[in-house]
């Protein structure tokens, strides 16, 4: 197995984990809404997918820098600087993930969630900015990759649209052990989870994209 096979089977491996354990999430996603559930099976299914999600987010993370190392592979010109500085930003999700998943309970919890949020707005334009770049570069010939990162950066949004769409559940768990809101719990947890898959389902649609490009390379 030489270089470029190497981190292409680290590649498809980050993929099938991040895809497939987002299926686990959406599942148990979906069946958080039944209210036919009890409580406590329904808040299991909720801390189910908190700790399943957990491998999309990783291999989401792990993507950026392991793309750079196939990407360079691909044009040898590739600045060995942005393969650095996809471990360190990748490193830096994964802290904020870890920490995140640690004090989730916590009024730490609730900022560090607003910091990964920043950061993930930074990471997009920063990944729409290298696209064009590369786009519009001589020295990248393969415009399929420039289009790959173009869509690692809507990536990144959805993952903040979907911390959006989740947050009242998150409210509506909270609410499901108080007798008389109990009709306004059900319903933050049906609507919040309702949107949250949407914006999953679109997350699947870029991956699916980003994919058949790699496999294609039709440009």
């Not at 519009?136 to 950066?153: H, V």
């Not at 994919?211 to 294609?216: D, N, T, Y």
Request: some cysteine.
């Amino acid at each position: 197995m030489d270089h470029l096979e190497f981190w292409r089977w680290i590649h498809v491996l980050l993929f099938v984990f991040w895809l497939g354990a987002d299926v686990g999430v959406f599942v148990c996603g979906s069946w958080m809404r039944r209210e036919s559930l009890s409580d406590e099976q329904r808040l299991v299914l909720l801390q189910a997918s908190a700790v399943v999600d957990l491998w999309p987010r990783f291999s989401a993370a792990l993507m950026l820098p392991v793309g750079l190392m196939l990407a360079q592979a691909w044009n040898p010109q590739l600045p060995a600087s942005w393969i650095v500085i996809g471990w360190i930003v990748a490193l830096a999700w994964l802290a904020l993930t870890l920490l995140g998943m640690r004090y989730f309970d916590q009024p730490l919890g609730a900022k560090l969630r607003q910091i990964t949020n920043l950061f993930l707005i930074g990471l997009a334009i920063a990944c729409f900015w290298g696209g064009a770049s590369w786009l519009q570069s001589a020295e990248m010939p393969f415009a399929w990759l420039a289009t790959k990162l173009l869509l690692y950066g809507v990536v990144c949004l959805l993952a903040i649209g979907i911390d959006l769409a989740f947050r009242p559940v998150l409210g509506g768990f909270a609410l499901l052990s108080v007798e008389a809101r109990r009709v306004e719990a059900n319903r933050l947890i049906r609507s919040g989870m309702n949107r949250t898959l949407i914006v999953v389902g679109m997350l699947y649609a870029v991956l699916i994209a980003a994919s058949v490009l790699g496999i294609a390379k039709p440009f």
